[in-house]
């Protein structure tokens, strides 16, 4: 038994769709970081080192931060960019006028730099949000508690370790600091490259009756826990 499928056997044994906040189901938001907890166990698997100060500044640099108005918002990694003539382009900017109203907000790789080659006119960190959301974070849930004894549960019986209220917190602060940058972009449609890592960016976007579109970015296997989720998983947590 593969650990996917050892996996999927645990969660189906607990009724996942009573973890809820304001009517909202959660369990496909924590499923993904349970299942990361999970497999890493399994396969002695180290993640990457977290980046150096030097990183996360050029982290920052990557576009231009602005506030102006987009028709689009695509939010993506510019490892997802490929060298094209000169200029690191985005599949989206191979469509004829795309990136002239469309905003970019992209995780940037620390092995590219972006000084005078994005070919999209218009992109900027994502690490501004993740700025935005730590301080949010930290100054409006600070005694905002969730508990879940099936959470628990679901942590003995796969022996892991997950912070859950940390997770939760951090939800609402990404679907509260997303929302508020969907509405000062006046964005129409938002295309994402994971949206199984992005869940309360894109209830942001439903909440403003914005159109998720998600982009391949890979294979997607049966055992691929961001796209074989649970039947009952909420659909306001997911790409249209």
Do not use: C
Not at 19 to 41: C, E, H, N, T, V
Not at 97 to 115: A, H, I, R, W, Y
Not at 118 to 123: C, E, L, M, R, V
Not at 146 to 175: C, G, H, P, T
């Amino acid at each position: 038994m593969s650990a996917f499928e050892k996996f999927r056997e645990v969660e189906e044994r607990y009724d996942t769709e009573s973890i809820k906040y304001d009517g909202i189901q959660l369990w496909a938001y924590f499923r993904i970081y349970y299942f990361d907890k999970y497999f890493s166990k399994l396969s002695k698997w180290e993640k990457s080192l977290r980046p150096s100060i030097l990183e996360v500044f050029k982290a920052f640099t990557w576009g231009r931060f602005n506030l102006k108005t987009y028709k689009n918002i695509v939010i993506t990694s510019s490892d997802q960019r490929k060298m094209i003539d000169g200029e690191l382009t985005d599949r989206l900017d191979l469509i004829n006028g795309f990136s002239d109203n469309s905003l970019f907000v992209e995780f940037p790789s620390p092995q590219q730099t972006s000084k005078g080659l994005i070919k999209s006119k218009n992109a900027y960190s994502k690490y501004w949000w993740y700025l935005f959301e730590i301080i949010y974070q930290k100054l409006s849930f600070r005694n905002l508690n969730f508990k879940y004894n099936i959470l628990s549960e679901i942590q003995k019986e796969l022996e892991v370790n997950v912070d859950d209220e940390y997770l939760f917190k951090r939800f609402l602060a990404q679907y509260s600091v997303t929302k508020w940058f969907l509405k000062k972009h006046k964005i129409k449609t938002m295309f994402i490259t994971s949206a199984y890592t992005n869940m309360a960016r894109v209830l942001a976007a439903k909440h403003l009756k914005i159109n998720v579109i998600e982009m391949q970015h890979g294979l997607i296997s049966a055992q691929h826990v961001g796209y074989n989720t649970m039947a009952n998983a909420d659909n306001r947590l997911l790409p249209n």
